[in-house]
């Protein structure tokens, strides 16, 4: 068999020994500081990589100023990137077809895992919302062509850019505002699970809504009863699941507009939390503190549920975030009843499931408790999990039954 040569035209970039390794181990990410040339080579530009000796390791995106330097996009030859652009949204398209059962709302496009690194896109109901983050996602060719891919593809009523400043900043990308890209729509009703729940395309987190819990919002419902607590609810999305089985939910989260719009998605369903005499209360409060308060007090619940934001954004953060999942774990379990269920996440790639598993233990034991787990759960099935890329496996959901 020939080796592969490399694309007429297009630069070549050299890389460290460990670098050649991590690709041939099935990475597709390269540090920069394994990085041995890149004589030639513009930001954001499709490179042929190889190794040290010249061997032609594949295809990937540079960028000039992520410490993420060379994301690998193939291992042959690409001689026109937007056409492997429309193949690739193609996949991930039919990826999903098969999988995605009981909502409108799910991710289309998940970076790496779809073989797009530096690309997020999400559907609400007939709405697109995608997110760029690398230099090579953010050139005009590229855009014009994930924009008429997914318009052919998806026939959506717009498609809306959220910008990270962030991110953009760390690719030294110019600024540029979230908006729509096409069409005029910024607004509309998706449903999970038969949960209705309102979208504003240029509000909330990422790119609005956190899609991948949609499975295990409908795992927990298997398991909840009695009163419910559920801690950093942004807007609803366990709280709304559980209402309908549980004889009262509380939601809490810091923020008021978060909570504000968890208010109205409990009104879009108040149907069916009326037939169940529902009514979910909603508390501003800093989880820590509150947790403190009621446990302290002999609060008492029959399911409590604990899913907190990225406590670690780095691996230096690994430490203090499993010291704040103890604390909040530990608190929760003194505060459930015997049989009692605790639904604990965590969405930092950084505390891996070991780890979190691990805290949960040594919060059981100074807690006194004796944990059942009938379910060690990830993200929903639309986010795939590359078996070579850790990092594509970042969200923990587990559900325990305390003795």
């Known amino acids: 068999m020939s080796k592969p040569s490399a694309a007429p035209s297009i630069p070549t970039i050299k890389v460290s020994p460990r670098g050649a390794a991590r690709l041939k181990d099935g990475h597709v990410w390269v540090y920069r500081s394994d990085i041995v040339s890149t004589d030639g080579v513009s930001p954001g530009s499709l490179v042929t990589v190889a190794d040290h000796r010249g061997q032609i390791l594949g295809s990937a995106l540079y960028s000039s100023s992520s410490q993420i330097a060379i994301r690998l996009i193939s291992h042959d030859p690409v001689a026109d990137f937007p056409a492997l652009l429309r193949q690739r949204i193609t996949e991930a398209v039919a990826y999903r077809e098969p999988i995605i059962r009981d909502t409108n709302a799910y991710r289309v496009i998940f970076s790496e895992a779809d073989f797009l690194p530096g690309l997020i896109v999400d559907r609400y109901d007939d709405i697109l919302s995608m997110q760029i983050l690398t230099q ?7 855009r014009e062509t994930l924009i008429s891919e997914l318009t052919e593809r998806l026939h959506p009523a717009s498609i809306v850019e959220r910008v990270d400043p962030r ?27 038969g949960v209705q729940f309102h979208f504003d395309a240029l509000e909330g987190q990422k790119t609005g809504a956190f899609l ?33 089985r549980c004889t009262h939910v509380a939601g809490v989260d810091s923020s008021r507009l978060a909570l504000e719009i968890a208010e109205q998605n409990a009104k879009l369903n108040h149907a069916q939390l009326i037939d169940g005499g529902k009514e979910i209360e909603w508390i501003e409060a800093n989880a820590f503190d509150l947790l403190k308060d009621y446990a302290y007090s002999g609060q008492r619940y029959g399911t409590i549920v604990l899913d907190p934001p990225a406590f670690a954004k780095s691996k230096r953060d690994l430490d203090a975030a499993l010291r704040g999942y103890k604390e909040l774990n530990l608190r929760a379990l003194k505060m459930l009843r015997p049989g009692g269920v605790l639904v604990t996440c965590s969405c930092s790639y950084h505390v891996s499931q070991p780890d979190f598993l691990g805290m949960l233990a040594a919060a059981a034991l100074d807690a006194h408790r004796t944990l059942r787990l009938p379910e060690v759960r990830g993200q929903a099935k639309d986010h795939p999990i590359l078996l070579n890329i850790p990092e594509t496996a970042y969200l923990k959901c587990v559900i325990a039954v305390v003795n």
């Open 136 to 142: 090579a996602m953010d050139a005009e060719i590229v």
């Open 167 to 193: 991110v953009r900043q760390l690719e030294d990308l110019p600024p540029r505002p979230s908006g729509l890209v096409q069409g005029e729509k910024i607004s509309t009703i998706f449903a999970m699970n």
């Open 212 to 244: 991948d819990q949609r499975e295990n919002y409908a795992a927990a419902v298997q398991y909840a009863h009695g009163e419910a607590l559920d801690v950093f609810c942004y807007h609803g999305g366990f709280a709304l699941h559980l209402a309908p």
